[in-house]
């Protein structure tokens, strides 16, 4: 079984090792994750989990910005997905995606969403 969550703190250092091999640029690793440790855009979003609920490993991971263009429009962002190289092509990342948009219109009564693709 599998459940979405807000990640803990503790975590990010799995999350941001989760997309390296796509957004690392070549960077030393321990140079990358300092960059993702700093970066002011990484704070101003709640990153979520896939976890799986009986080994509690994390599966795959996504950020939600609040992009509020207007009082009468909750607008969210979603985007840095990413999942462990080796977990790749299991649907995760979908499976991910699909429930925090769920969870967002249902907790939040959000239905706007904009996603930022990247492909590489």
Known sequence: MKKIRVAAKEEMIEIY??????WGDNLPYEEYITMCQNSNKYKKGKWYVLEATDTKQL?????????????DQIVR???????PLNLRKKGYASLLVKETINKL???EKCNNFSFIVILR
């Open 17 to 22: 090792k989760m997309g390296y091999d796509v």
């Open 59 to 71: 599966l795959s991971s996504l950020i939600v910005y609040e992009l509020n263009l207007s009082e």
């Open 77 to 83: 962002g979603i985007g840095s997905i990413a999942t």
């Open 105 to 107: 219109e249902q907790e």
